[in-house]
């Protein structure tokens, strides 16, 4: 493996992986899409490495993404079975809540909205968020208001929903 | 200038104008009523939808770094190893100096504490020990707990290497050796539930405090941005347990103040603060996002030179998000982002100066954290699983 490969896995692994698990919901399957793309990246070191990974990264989920997220939510369920010895249970139910609230206010986004909040997330500036995602620099800004509007406001209605269930 | 579009007011959150464009802007909204209503509104959204998306925090460190590239495991890169030592040393070296200077305040306390103990009841709350502290104390900074534990260690560690012969407020030998260590030890245990107890009660408040209503934000005289009233409008607050809140709309100084005497307790305790940023200026020295602690309503929000912050990469500016418990007592998370952030897996607990506890741990490859405060370790750690 060369240095400079292996600096940018040192660089940018635990930010893609990250990106990843937040886009998928699924650790396992972050952390493989994330190593299939750096394989891609041995086989054709890129120059501009940040946006061409991420970007990358996104097109493997996209490609992958049905049948990844049924699997995801069997390996979801599967996890929440086993014992842990995590704290007290309700701060864990109530972590779990909210981890599944957000993810599915993230979800009633588009997709692009979604991808272009959890790249600013990675502390991507906006050139390079147009450059990963194929978009014009001048609508990024746009992109992300409507995105983080979309996301607050669906996250919100779930959360009144669930409070007026129980 | 016609009224702003989205683009403009959430690149000028974003810190992605020029600084030309950006004063431009700021002008604009300091001027236009919607347009700054407009502004607030989107910033309230930034804070919140960052705090979400933080919330799908990776489950552990990624393993597989190595799997796809090499055949066998790499020698992982040499990391300069966090300066805990170092860090003891000079923790050590302050407060020694502390208690050199301190000395006869501190010899006078424990000679009054037999007499006092004993009329007291026997579960006195640690807070009647701090208000009996603080009225005690002078122009000069004073721990806000019982006396600081032994120099150089944590406090848990601390409390174990010496044995039992210097614990805080332990009796003076004027009874049997025996007897002595009984009852010190059972003076620890009881200020141990006690202190806990009493951390429990002050998370609680702080977590009470109920949200400000939302404002407009102005800029002041020189253009800076200040939430609220200008900066140098009077501060007045009846109540320092009624915190300020983060608003659907972002930080709020206006709605109240802090009285007199509490801004003079800060300055002897703390210093003058004299760094107070808003929330977006930490948000674009922190590159775009900022750490809050759930469910917990800030103070206000401090921009610190790296080098003052014990922990800190001095190259890097510490944004410090101030909490206040009833107390009067302040919690405090300290967070840098860059490129300069070496990080490691570790999580390190320090022993302020002051005798307050700092948990520090990193989160990703350059982001750096710490909680700080008077309260025991584990109730910093709870409060760290609630950093968002």
């Not at chain 2, 800076?224 to 915190?243: H, L």
């Not at chain 2, 030179?305 to 998000?321: D, F, H, K, W």
């Not at chain 2, 007592?329 to 100066?353: F, H, Y």
């Amino acid at each position: 493996m060369t240095e400079r490969m292996t600096q940018l896995y040192h660089e940018f692994y635990p930010s893609l992986v990250r990106m990843l698990y937040r886009r998928t919901g699924d650790r396992d399957r972050a952390e493989d899409l994330a190593q299939e793309t750096f394989a891609r990246a041995l086989q054709a070191p890129p120059d501009n490495p940040r946006p061409w990974l991420f970007a990358v990264a996104l097109n493997l989920v996209r490609d992958d993404g049905r049948r990844a997220v049924r699997q995801g939510r069997r390996l979801e369920l599967y996890r929440e079975e086993r014992p842990s010895s995590a704290p007290a249970p309700d701060q864990t139910m109530d972590e779990a809540d909210q981890t599944t609230a957000v993810r599915a206010a993230l979800d009633t986004l588009a997709t692009r909205d979604r991808e272009a909040l959890l790249l600013k997330a990675e502390g991507f500036d906006y050139d390079e968020i147009a450059a990963t995602l194929g978009l014009a620099k001048g609508a990024i800004g746009t992109t992300l208001s409507r995105a983080r509007r979309r996301l607050v406001e669906a996250y919100r209605a779930q959360e009144k929903d669930r409070h007026a269930a129980s | 200038m016609p009224h702003l579009d989205e683009e403009q007011i959430t690149a000028l959150l974003d810190n992605e104008l020029s600084p030309a464009d950006a004063r431009q802007v700021r002008e604009h909204l300091a001027g236009c009523a919607e347009c700054a209503a407009r502004f607030e509104e989107a910033r309230g959204f930034l804070v919140e939808a960052d705090r979400l998306v933080r919330v799908l925090e990776f489950p552990e460190a990624p393993t597989k770094i190595q799997s796809v590239a090499d055949p066998e495991p790499a020698p992982r890169p040499a990391r300069r190893p966090f300066p805990t030592r170092q860090l003891a040393w000079a923790a050590s070296l302050l407060l020694a100096i502390g208690f050199g200077y301190y000395g006869n305040e501190l010899r006078v306390r424990r000679i009054a504490a037999p007499e006092s103990q004993a009329a007291k009841p026997a579960a006195a709350p640690a807070a009647d020990r701090e208000a009996d502290a603080l009225t005690e104390t002078k122009a000069a900074p004073a721990p806000l707990t019982a006396p600081a534990p032994a120099p150089g260690a944590k406090l848990e560690s601390a409390l174990q290497k010496d044995g039992g012969k210097t614990r805080p407020e332990s009796p003076q030998p004027s009874v049997g050796g025996g007897l002595a260590n009984e009852q010190s030890k059972d003076k620890a245990l009881r200020r141990d539930e006690s202190r806990r107890a009493t951390d429990a009660a002050a998370i609680g408040q702080m977590a009470a405090a109920p949200p400000a209503a939302a404002k407009q934000a102005a800029p002041d005289t020189a253009g800076r941005w200040i939430d609220g009233v200008p900066a140098a409008a009077p501060r007045e607050r009846a109540d320092s347990a009624s915190a300020l809140g983060v608003t659907p709309n972002g930080f709020e100084d206006s709605r109240t103040s802090p009285t007199a005497s509490r801004e003079a307790f800060r300055s002897s305790h703390y210093g003058p603060v004299t760094s107070k940023v808003t929330l977006e200026e930490a948000v674009q020295t922190l590159g775009g996002s900022i750490r809050l602690i759930d469910g917990l309503t800030p103070d206000h929000v401090e921009w610190l030179n790296g080098r003052t912050v014990a922990g800190a990469q001095p190259e890097l500016a510490v944004i410090r998000v101030v909490y206040l418990d009833a107390p009067m007592r302040e919690l405090w998370l300290d967070q840098q982002r860059g490129k300069g952030v070496i990080a490691t897996t570790d999580t390190v607990l320090l022993t302020r100066p002051d005798g307050g506890l700092s948990l520090q741990w990193h989160t990703g490859p350059d982001g750096w954290l710490s909680l700080s405060g008077h309260l025991t370790a584990d109730s910093l750690r709870i409060l760290a699983r609630q950093v968002r």
